[in-house]
């Protein structure tokens, strides 16, 4: 990372009314890899679609026992330096709003407040039927005891939750029903491929970018527009883009500010130059 792009970083912070907009690589340091690493390596992943967990009970049995076993490490999962540095510009007032397309919640369990979950939340659970929400920990337990012994050697999980795994490994894998209907297809609060985020959700995001002085894109590649997007809508109101991410983003051509390196120390540096250290547990 070179100084002069630090110290323009920096800058572009301490102006204040910044609006982050978070991905993957931000959650890295957290154990929980990215779909793309830094050495730009494309993981074969492909992402649950929508339309064939809603029409295919099959997929959808693969994708239950998939998550099941990746859920382990999302939930054991805690937040790391580049999430507590947010938190800590956003209660030094610096920040104008918090978007992530990450499904973890570890922006929020590093204290952050108000951060808009773009693609929703791991954690929790819907039945599509009766439209019942349960937390992932209980599910998790009625599928440990629809499933005994169940258990497989997980070589990477991705930040969906899903984990690579041949289809034999998860034969005979038994799904549940809604505890509460009896009967309703559950599935996970995020937003699968294929499936639109809600309108007012994307509406809320367009209208924190809108009034941002600057946007910060922190660990995104920018693949999927439904991230994207936010860059356009910068660009196109004039808004400055700064993007600090390892490796190559699909929204360079529109950045003001470019910087390829860690998040953790980096947001940290920041941090420190512009935000009062973190209260002292108590
Ligand atoms: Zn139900």
């Given at each position: 990372?070179?100084?002069?792009?630090?110290?323009?970083?920096?800058?572009?912070?301490?102006?204040?009314?910044?609006?982050?907009?978070?991905?993957?690589?931000l959650?890295?340091?957290?154990?929980i890899?990215?779909?793309?690493g830094?050495?730009?390596a494309?993981?074969?992943?492909?992402?649950?679609?929508?339309?064939?967990?809603?029409?295919?009970?099959?997929?959808?049995?693969?994708?239950?026992?998939?998550?099941?076993?990746?859920?382990?490490?999302?939930?054991g999962?805690?937040?790391?330096?580049?999430?507590?540095?947010?938190?800590?510009?956003?209660?030094?007032?610096?920040?104008?709003?918090?978007i992530?397309?990450?499904?973890?919640?570890?922006?929020?369990?590093?204290?952050?407040?108000?951060v808009?979950?773009?693609?929703?939340?791991?954690?929790?659970?819907?039945?599509?039927?009766?439209?019942?929400?349960?937390?992932?920990?209980?599910?998790h337990?009625?599928?440990?005891?629809?499933?005994?012994?169940?258990?497989?050697?997980?070589a990477?999980?991705?930040?969906?939750?899903?984990?690579?795994?041949?289809?034999?490994?998860?034969?005979?894998?038994?799904?549940?029903?809604?505890?509460?209907?009896?009967?309703?297809?559950?599935?996970?609060?995020?937003?699968f491929?294929?499936?639109?985020?809600?309108?007012?959700?994307?509406?809320?995001?367009?209208?924190?970018?809108?009034r941002?002085?600057?946007?910060?894109?922190?660990?995104?590649?920018?693949?999927?527009?439904?991230?994207?997007?936010?860059?356009?809508?910068?660009?196109?109101?004039?808004?400055?883009?700064?993007?600090?991410?390892?490796?190559?983003?699909?929204?360079?051509?529109?950045?003001?500010?470019?910087?390829?390196?860690?998040?953790?120390?980096?947001?940290?540096?920041?941090?420190?130059?512009?935000?009062?250290?973190?209260?002292?547990?108590v």
């Open positions: 990372m070179s100084e002069d792009a630090f110290q323009a970083l920096t800058a572009l912070v301490a102006a204040g009314d910044v609006v982050v907009l978070s991905g993957a690589g959650s890295t340091e957290s154990g890899p990215d779909y793309r830094p050495s730009g494309a993981r074969r992943h492909t992402p649950m679609t929508y339309q064939a967990f809603t029409r295919d009970p099959e997929a959808r049995r693969r994708y239950w026992a998939r998550s099941h076993l990746g859920w382990r490490t999302i939930a999962a805690v937040p790391n330096d580049g999430h507590r540095a947010v938190a800590r510009l956003q209660r030094a007032g610096l920040l104008g709003g918090v992530t397309q990450n499904v973890d919640g570890l922006h929020t369990a590093a204290g952050a407040s108000g808009i979950e773009l693609h929703g939340r791991l954690d929790e659970v819907t039945c599509l039927d009766c439209g019942n929400a349960t937390g992932r920990e209980e599910l337990r009625r599928l440990d005891e629809a499933n005994p012994g169940f258990d497989a050697a997980v990477h999980v991705n930040p969906d939750g899903d984990v690579d795994l041949p289809d034999e490994a998860v034969s005979g894998f038994r799904t549940v029903d809604c505890a509460v209907c009896g009967a309703g297809m559950l599935k996970p609060d995020v937003v491929f294929g499936e639109t985020v809600p309108a007012a959700r994307v509406a809320d995001c367009f209208a924190l970018v809108e941002a002085r600057a946007l910060l894109v922190l660990g995104s590649s920018l693949t999927v527009m439904s991230g994207r997007r936010f860059v356009l809508r910068a660009a196109k109101h004039g808004i400055p883009v700064g993007i600090v991410n390892q490796g190559a983003t699909r929204g360079d051509g529109y950045a003001a500010l470019r910087l390829d390196a860690p998040l953790g120390a980096t947001l940290t540096a920041v941090a420190a130059r512009l935000a009062a250290p973190a209260p002292a547990p």
